[in-house]
């Protein structure tokens, strides 16, 4: 590992200070994914400004009739906040569904929105990786591609968002919060617009600005609290990313469904929302004819590569199965 600065910031406004201040800084939050990367010599920052301490550790009602989480609470006091698990138990679901209890312990949620891929040849730096060395090429895209994305890639990119807890916050929908460097005035994001599709410049994951600091992840009014269920399929049932995963929520009037959320997680770049599904969901009556169309519509747009066709069909298996848990309530 090379040299650095060590900044612990003990106010919002010294971080964004000391972080304007170094030439290539990192904000710090429980280091589960950045010091990995940085023992890998991918990441090499002059500069970690330490702010898994700072004081945005609660849940808390907000203005529209939700709960905004703190982003420095670890992943496991979140996933277990009474609020959280009652209002939002999709959610709660996925974010169990992730690592071990011991990196869910020490990984914070403004971390865990900007954890890197889990692309080999990101990781592998012999290998070219435009995400890490823009103008290197993809390796990926030729290579070993079984892992990676079906929908929205690039030539430039085909690596997936390996977030279990950011795929379900793309179903429920959310505003991400964030302190601007120019004095710590606020800006939200919506959650669609936080990440991005890789295109030409796969080395930005999202649209924050440079020195941002992510303070928050505003919800809105409790949703699917009663039909939900988040569906994770990995290579072992404990510490493995999701070669597929859907968060699917329903909302029932009756026998009829009045709302849907679905996302899927590794199959792009962001988390994807399955946007053509949720449309035709509504209205409709729960049945499995009805959740077979659903994932049809919502894998049309598939574009495998030469060793992931498997996610398309996996994917639709993968959501007529969410969707019925989520109705049946076998979460
Ligand atoms: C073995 C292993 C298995 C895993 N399995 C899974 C899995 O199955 N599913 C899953 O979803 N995740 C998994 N993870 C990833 C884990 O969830 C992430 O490493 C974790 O969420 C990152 O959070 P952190 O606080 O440790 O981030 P850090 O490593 O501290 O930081 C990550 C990035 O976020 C930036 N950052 C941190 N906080 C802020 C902030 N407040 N504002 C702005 N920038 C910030 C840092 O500068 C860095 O770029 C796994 C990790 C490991 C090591």
Same mark, same amino acid.
């Not at 919060?177 to 800006?187: A, I, M, N, W």
């Given at each position: 590992?090379?040299?650095?600065?060590?900044?612990?910031?003990?106010?919002?406004?010294?971080?964004?200070?000391?972080?304007?201040?170094?030439?290539?800084?990192?904000?710090?939050?429980?280091?589960?994914?950045?010091?990995?990367?940085?023992?890998?010599?991918?990441?090499?920052?002059?500069?970690?400004?330490? @702010?898994?301490?700072?004081?945005?550790?609660?849940? %808390? /009602?907000? =203005? *529209?009739? !939700?709960? &905004?989480?703190?982003?420095?609470?670890?992943?496991?006091?979140?996933?277990?906040?009474?609020?959280?698990?009652?209002?939002?138990?999709?959610?709660?679901?996925?974010?169990?569904?992730?690592?071990?209890?011991?990196?869910?312990?020490?990984?914070?949620?403004?971390?865990?929105?900007?954890?890197?891929?889990?692309?080999?040849?990101?990781?592998?730096?012999?290998?070219?990786?435009?995400?890490?060395?823009?103008?290197?090429?993809?390796?990926?895209?030729?290579?070993?591609?079984?892992?990676?994305?079906?929908?929205?890639?690039?030539?430039?990119? @085909?690596?997936?968002?390996?977030?279990?807890?950011? %795929? /379900?916050? =793309? *179903?429920? !929908?959310? &505003?991400?919060?964030?302190?601007?460097?120019?004095?710590?005035?606020?800006?939200?994001?919506?959650?669609?617009?936080?990440?991005?599709?890789?295109?030409?410049?796969?080395?930005?994951?999202?649209?924050?600005?440079?020195?941002?600091?992510?303070?928050?992840?505003?919800?809105?009014?409790?949703?699917?609290?009663?039909?939900?269920?988040?569906?994770?399929?990995?290579?072992?049932?404990?510490?493995?990313?999701?070669?597929?995963?859907?968060?699917?929520?329903?909302?029932?009037?009756?026998?009829?469904?009045?709302?849907?959320?679905?996302?899927?997680?590794?199959?792009?770049?962001?988390?994807?929302?399955?946007?053509? =599904?949720?449309?035709?969901?509504?209205?409709?009556?729960?049945?499995?004819?009805?959740?077979?169309?659903?994932?049809?519509?919502?894998?049309?747009?598939?574009?495998?590569?030469?060793?992931?066709?498997?996610?398309?069909?996996?994917?639709?298996?993968?959501?007529?199965?969410?969707?019925?848990?989520?109705?049946?309530?076998?979460?």
């Amino acid at each position: 590992m090379r040299p650095y600065e060590y900044i612990r910031s003990s106010s919002p406004a010294e971080a964004l200070r000391a972080n304007a201040a170094s030439e290539k800084p990192h904000y710090l939050g429980g280091g589960t994914n950045l010091i990995d990367l940085m023992k890998e010599d991918v990441e090499r920052p002059d500069t970690l400004i330490e @702010v898994s301490g700072l004081d945005f550790q609660s849940v %808390t /009602a907000n =203005a *529209a009739g !939700g709960y &905004t989480l703190g982003a420095m609470i670890s992943n496991t006091d979140t996933a277990n906040h009474p609020e959280v698990k009652n209002n939002y138990p999709l959610l709660s679901m996925a974010m169990v569904s992730a690592a071990t209890e011991q990196i869910r312990n020490m990984a914070t949620n403004g971390g865990n929105l900007l954890q890197r891929t889990r692309c080999p040849y990101f990781y592998e730096t012999s290998m070219p990786c435009n995400k890490r060395e823009p103008g290197s090429g993809c390796g990926a895209l030729t290579g070993m591609n079984a892992l990676h994305a079906i929908f929205g890639w690039s030539k430039s990119c @085909v690596a997936v968002n390996p977030s279990d807890m950011c %795929t /379900a916050l =793309a *179903a429920l !929908g959310a &505003t991400v919060v964030v302190l601007q460097p120019d004095g710590g005035s606020e800006r939200r994001i919506p959650f669609a617009d936080f990440h991005r599709l890789p295109g030409d410049t796969p080395e930005k994951d999202t649209n924050l600005e440079p020195g941002e600091l992510i303070v928050g992840i505003e919800l809105g009014e409790p949703k699917f609290s009663d039909n939900y269920y988040y569906l994770k399929i990995r290579e072992r049932s404990s510490y493995a990313f999701a070669l597929v995963s859907v968060a699917a929520g329903l909302q029932l009037d009756g026998n009829r469904i009045v709302d849907a959320g679905l996302a899927m997680g590794g199959v792009a770049h962001k988390p994807w929302k399955l946007t053509a =599904a949720e449309e035709y969901l509504r209205g409709k009556v729960p049945e499995a004819a009805v959740f077979e169309e659903a994932a049809e519509r919502a894998m049309a747009d598939a574009r495998p590569l030469d060793d992931n066709e498997y996610k398309v069909e996996m994917g639709k298996k993968a959501i007529v199965r969410a969707l019925m848990q989520a109705y049946e309530r076998t979460a």
